[in-house]
């Protein structure tokens, strides 16, 4: 399908013959938090946007039901490891519901026809010699269920994921033989630049497989440690690893080994939704199974980032983690969704806080939305008893405010292929801010008054056409109060909705609501202040004398520190310069110009630990030949006083070419 946005330029998508999303399956030893709501409300959305256009769509979610994590909170609760899967798989469940989550199966893994696609696949790559068993030694941690070197830890001994002590554990196992897929991986990512997004995540899992040689991965746990998950056709003494086991519910959920004709029909998946901290398995352990297995990659793997409270992951552990059902109390299921869909860049990390959230509920939906539905149906109501003219002569308000229209359009459409939901919502909230200028501008109060009846009947239907165009692009993330908004203008609600750009745009000329009689309903948002804080007595302010510079440092003025730009940048990538055992040469993105630069850290990072790193550069610094060769930049580094050194980076994600100070 042919786009046209508003400057003429021609973007081209074509639709796809069909779309299967899914989410991480959710481990079942606790209730869900936003972090589960997040994604899910993600992949919801876009499944929605697509069956919008028409297009067969197939969204899989689901429950991880085995490993150790699991058999540790049954026994916490003194109940079986199913009966902890049972009771705690409902809070998922209902919670999907309440949120309005469109899922077209729930895979559990241990359901029966998921165990034994499992067992299958086991045996016939046993059977081909992909999977053999050795002795193995290494440091097991218990939360994220993997197994590390030594050289993964830090500080010896704690994983470098969760940072939670790890086990040291000798035993017999079976094996997959990842490691035999090592280049051709590699090869995979470098020629299929959709498969891992965004790209930086692809160049964080291409440093991971560079950094050295990648070992096979242990896919038994002894029953003598573990007896919860799905038995080893081969070895009835061991069970599966439980990520081996999950990553399997993606293929098993569409009939893989089943019914191939589904099968056939959905596979391979559209996107994978998951978060950035199971990266490495999904781009890593996934596709070389896949490979082994012989069967097509997905299309695309996608890693969003975390929600961050106090700029703090959000952590059962650290107990700062937000229950959904609070919020969704709070002021609905609609505006939660907004909020999560439209306040994270996808890729990135970001904040919530119950003000942020708040504010931007009282901010986009009440003040801007629900106050745009109101004026135009109240003033429809008193001054043509409620039915929606045929409009007059369009004027220039009308041709900006289709301009604005015809941007949100473009900017949804562009924003589902792009996975840019958040960028998509502030355009369609733009058109509605553009509408409420409209009225502005016009008065159609004052026109009523004057008797411009021809040019009062153009307002009206401007403003309502845009509120119905506004209703089906912003449907899939609000869907039970876009269709307030169309039962409002006298539409079908339960009507479905489609999203046809080329029809959308037609605002002169689509006159679908004409002869229509709206219809008054109760406050589209109402509005939440919070709770006011008792105040704090607030410290009297003392005089102090201006601190002192350091011996041998000068205090300066901010004019001479504005003269230095920093910028972030990822680094692309870096080798070593010739003849010269402390310095790196690096490439770098700086938001999307390319940068080289020579760094004097090779004592300190390898070559393979940098690619995907974001930094900080000092960007106008004079170009300058080191070793003859060009460097155009410094990145700046933190020494301590024994010597060491480590990059300054920054806490979460941001673009490159971000401004720093």
């Not at 902890?84 to 999907?96: A, M």
Request: with cysteine; hydrophobic share 40%.
């Amino acid at each position: 399908m042919s786009k046209t946005g508003m400057t003429g330029k021609t973007e081209i998508f074509n639709l796809p013959e069909k779309y299967y999303v899914t989410t991480p399956i959710y481990y079942v030893n606790d209730k869900p938090h936003i972090g589960h709501s997040y994604t899910t409300i993600l992949a919801d959305v876009l499944a929605r946007y697509h069956r919008s256009e028409n297009i067969p769509t197939f969204f899989l979610t689901g429950t991880d039901e085995h490993g150790q994590k699991v058999q540790r909170a049954a026994e916490a609760q003194g109940i079986t490891p199913q009966e902890q899967c049972d009771t705690t798989v409902v809070r998922f469940q209902e919670l999907w519901q309440r949120l309005g989550i469109s899922n077209d199966a729930f895979i559990r893994t241990t359901e029966d026809e998921h165990k034994k696609v499992v067992q299958e696949i086991l045996q016939d790559l046993f059977d081909r010699g992909e999977i053999y068993k050795d002795h193995y030694k290494g440091h097991y941690c218990v939360p994220c269920e993997r197994f590390f070197t030594d050289k993964d830890l830090k500080d010896e001994r704690l994983c470098p994921d969760c940072e939670r002590e790890t086990n040291e554990i000798i035993e017999s196992n079976y094996f997959f033989r990842m490691g035999k897929y090592q280049e051709w991986l590699i090869d995979y990512i470098n020629d299929n630049p959709l498969f891992i997004r965004p790209a930086f995540r692809a160049n964080e899992t291409l440093g991971f497989l560079k950094s050295g040689k990648l070992g096979d991965l242990c896919i038994s746990r002894p029953k003598s440690r573990l007896s919860w998950g799905i038995e080893l056709p081969f070895d009835h003494d061991y069970v599966c690893y439980v990520w081996f086991d999950a990553l399997i519910n993606y293929i098993s959920g569409v009939g893989y080994r089943q019914d191939e004709q589904k099968f056939k029909k959905w596979w391979p998946a559209s996107c994978h939704l998951i978060g950035k901290d199971i990266l490495t398995t999904h781009t890593v352990y996934w596709p070389t199974m896949l490979k082994a297995m012989g069967v097509e990659m997905p299309k695309t793997i996608f890693a969003h980032g975390w929600w961050m409270f106090d700029e703090m992951k959000m952590s059962k552990s650290i107990g700062n983690v937000v229950n959904p059902m609070t919020m969704i109390d709070l002021v609905g299921v609609d505006a939660f969704r907004y909020f999560l869909t439209s306040a994270m860049t996808p890729g990135q990390d970001a904040s919530f806080s119950q003000e942020v959230f708040i504010t931007r509920y009282n901010t986009d939906l009440v003040n801007d939305l629900g106050n745009l539905l109101s004026r135009v149906i109240k003033m429809t109501l008193r001054v043509g008893d409620g039915v929606i003219p045929k409009p007059g002569q369009f004027q220039d308000e009308e041709r900006d405010l289709a301009a604005a229209i015809d941007n949100a359009i473009i900017s949804a459409s562009v924003a589902v292929n792009t996975m840019r939901l958040d960028s998509g919502m502030e355009q369609v909230m733009n058109a509605v801010r553009a509408g409420n200028r409209y009225l502005e501008q016009t008065a159609p109060w004052s026109l009523a008054k004057k008797g411009e009846t021809e040019r009062l009947n153009t307002v009206l239907y401007s403003s309502a056409e845009l509120l119905r165009i506004v209703s089906i692009l912003l449907d899939p993330v609000m869907p039970e109060k876009m269709a307030e908004i169309r039962e409002a203008l006298g539409l079908d609600k339960d009507q479905p909705v489609h999203f046809n750009v080329v029809e959308l745009r037609k605002f002169h000329t689509n006159n679908v609501l004409s002869g229509l009689k709206v219809r008054d309903i109760d406050v589209l948002f109402p509005r939440y202040a919070l709770p006011k804080k008792t105040a704090e007595p607030v410290a009297k302010p003392t005089c102090k004398a201006a601190p002192k510079a350091p011996k041998g440092v000068s205090l300066i003025g901010i004019e001479d520190f504005t003269k230095v730009q920093l910028l972030t940048a990822q680094v692309i990538e870096a080798q070593k310069v010739k003849g010269a055992d402390k310095l790196l040469q690096l490439k770098l993105d700086v938001g999307g110009e390319e940068r080289q630069i020579i760094s004097g850290i090779a004592q300190f990072y390898t070559p393979e630990q940098l690619p995907g790193r974001t930094i900080v550069l000092v960007a106008n610094l004079k170009p300058a030949k080191i070793r003859g060769v060009e460097s155009h930049g410094m990145l700046l580094c933190a020494k301590s006083k024994d010597g060491a050194l480590r990059l300054i980076t920054v806490d979460g994600e941001i673009p490159s070419g971000a401004s720093v100070g």
